[in-house]
């Protein structure tokens, strides 16, 4: 596609439920982020995949936060056991190379954890 | 610790005004700066990216300035319009790492 794109636009899951957020990057691009933005803040790094190199995990809150990234495209974030404060909108960016380039950013999914 | 800060954290004029967003930065150890734009419940847009070499960019009414020194950079909207209403955000992309970091952004309104 053209852009960056997220699915599903929004969850709504019960506390201890798992659930997986998908990203489809720019075709073409090697660089993929995760981000969390809580409710009136800015943006919290999650993870970075650069090619086939080990990811940047640096950001994940907690080993409940896990993500893959298949075939050097598609990613997956998985929250496992949810908890009322992983509630938040998750962004997804790529970049043609990482390295500080530009990120073209796809709309989000909103999670609601009751 | 690497902490990017935007002031003010909201702000509204009224259309035709000029008008800065501030955004400091702890580690001057950057690679480059970025300016995004974010409408409601939509991602973000990249408007400006500054590299650390450079000290300032411009695109139509917009310009961007980075003094690395000091911490600091500006977005300056000239003849701010009601569509230029959103949430700015400033990105720090530093060296020696791959972690962008974002403010909390500041919150423009233009009155029509």
């Known amino acids: 596609g053209a852009g960056v794109s997220q699915s599903p636009s929004n969850k709504v899951t019960e506390k201890g439920k798992d659930v997986e957020l998908r990203c489809d990057p720019i075709?073409?691009?090697?660089?993929l982020y995760w981000y969390r933005q809580s409710l009136g803040q800015g943006l919290e790094f999650l993870i970075y995949?650069?090619?086939?190199?080990?990811?940047?995990k640096s950001g994940l809150p907690s080993d409940r936060f896990s993500a893959e990234r298949t075939g050097g495209s598609v990613s997956t974030l998985t929250i496992q056991r949810t908890q009322q404060e992983d509630s938040a909108v998750y962004l997804c960016?790529?970049?043609?190379?990482?390295?500080?380039?530009?990120?073209?950013f796809g709309p989000g999914t909103r999670l609601l954890v009751l | 610790k690497q902490e990017v800060t935007q002031i003010p954290a909201a702000l509204s004029v009224p259309e035709g005004e000029n008008l800065v967003l501030n955004c400091s930065f702890t580690?001057?150890?950057?690679?480059?700066l970025q300016w995004f734009r974010q409408d409601p419940g939509k991602g973000l847009t990249s408007l400006l990216l500054?590299?650390?070499?450079?000290r300032e960019q411009t695109s139509g009414r917009l310009n961007a300035s980075l003094d690395k020194s000091s911490g600091r950079s500006t977005l300056y909207i000239a003849a701010s319009q009601p569509g230029d209403s959103a949430t700015y955000l400033c990105?720090?992309?530093?060296?020696?790492?791959?972690?962008?970091?974002f403010g909390a952004g500041t919150r423009l309104f233009v009155k029509a």
């Open positions: 960016a790529s970049s043609l190379r990482g390295e500080g380039e530009t990120q073209y």
């Open positions: 500054i590299q650390s070499s450079q």
């Open positions: 580690d001057s150890a950057i690679y480059n």
């Open positions: 075709s073409g691009h090697t660089a």
């Open positions: 995949f650069q090619g086939n190199s080990a990811p940047d």
């Open positions: 990105a720090v992309y530093y060296t020696g790492g791959f972690k962008t970091i």
